[in-house]
Every structure is written in C-alpha cells, then in structure tokens.
C-alpha cells in the first residue's frame, strides 16, 4: 500500500513547483497505473515515494512506513525501476544481481533461485557473464527489472517499464505484475501507452502540473466524461481540457 498526503514539492529554489499538494492512495491487490504527460510531475512523485527524493512538504507513506522518516526500512518493501536504465558498465550481469542482493540482505540460495528463475524468464542467462556495458538497452533493462525483484518486495514501483522491452518480455512482465497484485502486494506504474493502462490497470491517477486531476477506474472515467471511448481518446480530451 501506498499512501501520499498534501505532499509538494518544488525546484529552483522554490520557482518550479513540480507537485503541488497531492493526495493518493494506491492499494494492496491492485495494479495502479500513474498517467500524465511529459513534465507532469510522474518521475517526481516516484522518486518520491522511493526516498530519492524528500518531499518539501507532506508525508509518504509504504506499507504504514514513513518513507523519510524510516527511509531504509521502506526502501526494502520497494522494488523499483526506473525510467533510464543506467548503471554500472563495467561490471558483468551476475556481479550487478549480486551486489544488489548484498544490499537487501538476500541470502545465497534465495539469490541463486531468483536470479536463475527471473534470468530464463527474461531469456538473459547466458549474458550474465558478459559486461553490461555489452548490452543493449533492452538487455539492460531486464537487467533492472531483475535486479528489482531479487528481495521478493511486496510493493513494485515501475517508471515506464515496457520502454525498450521486446514484445515476448513485455508480456512477461505484465503477466508478472497481474500475477503479483492478484496475490495481494501493489503495483505502482507510470506509463505512455495509453493501451496497455486500459487492459491492465484497476484504477488509474492522472497527474498534470503537478496536480492529480483524476484518480478512479477507467469506468468511472467514463463516467464522469460522459462518453464511451478509449482511454487514450479520455485521457487526451481530460488533459486538454484541464
């Protein structure tokens, strides 16, 4: 569960106001997607949420923990990845998935059976002797997604996650994170592809200017537009006419 209350958060000391006073809930057993368009404020809120970033004002809360204020503790009920997959070049796959399991604290047979289960899934295995800075993109970010998952977290916070995935993976991880909201954890994602909101979300927030100008299920969306249509067609029209 996630739970954000009045939370803001400016820069440039002080002129840019990328979130302003937001409040949102996302749920155990469900997958909520975060929807906005460039600049809106989505990599700011997640960062966050994560505990990249303090909030100016508000409070942020992972599975009733307090994300500043126990900032280590939240951090290990988060598995998290983010917009850009960068990171370390020069080591190899096996050594990144290792140093992140030394971080979590991930004992060696569980480490051993994660990396393996994930690495086949992704159909990486065989590359992860070889240096990451050999990968592709896509490579790199399966990489991260495993690397994410490696402590079994109760709560996945995704910023675009399908973004260079070949199709067989991205269906994959879909699959995955119905899978892990239907067993009763959350899943937190920001996506473009209005598409795949529609098919997978239970409920949506829409963020423009740093302010949530709708959260519900894309019925209720409909609802509330009074029209029958797509979410992208729904999203587009809200967000022009906000």
């Not at 920001?190 to 949530?212: N, P, Q």
Request: proline content about 4%; charged content about 25%; some cysteine.
């Amino acid at each position: 569960m996630i739970l954000i209350n009045n939370v803001s958060k400016t820069y440039a000391r002080g002129r840019v106001k990328a979130v302003n006073s937001i409040n949102l809930e996302v749920k155990k057993g469900e997958i909520f997607g975060f929807l906005g368009p460039n600049g809106a404020g989505k990599t700011t809120t997640i960062k966050m949420i994560t505990g990249i970033l303090k909030p100016d004002e508000g409070q942020i809360f992972v599975n009733g923990i307090n994300v500043v204020s126990e900032p280590i503790k939240a951090k290990k009920q988060i598995g998290f990845v983010p917009d850009n997959p960068e990171i370390f070049n020069r080591l190899t796959g096996i050594e990144y998935l290792n140093f992140i399991a030394d971080i979590y604290e991930v004992d060696g047979k569980q480490r051993y059976e994660k990396i393996n289960e994930l690495a086949e899934i992704f159909e990486i295995k065989d590359a992860l002797n070889s240096s990451i800075g050999s990968y592709s993109h896509g490579m790199k970010q399966k990489l991260i997604i495993i690397g994410a998952l490696i402590h079994n977290p109760p709560v996945w916070i995704l910023d675009e996650p399908l973004v260079g995935l070949d199709p067989k993976a991205a269906f994959l991880l879909k699959e995955m994170m119905r899978k892990h909201a239907d067993n009763g954890n959350t899943v937190f994602f920001s996506t473009h592809i209005m598409e795949v909101a529609e098919r997978l979300c239970d409920r949506i927030g829409i963020i423009k200017k740093g302010e949530i100008i709708f959260t519900g299920t894309i019925d209720e969306l409909r609802q509330i537009r009074k029209e029958n249509d797509s979410l992208e067609n729904l999203f587009l029209e809200l967000v022009d006419n906000e």
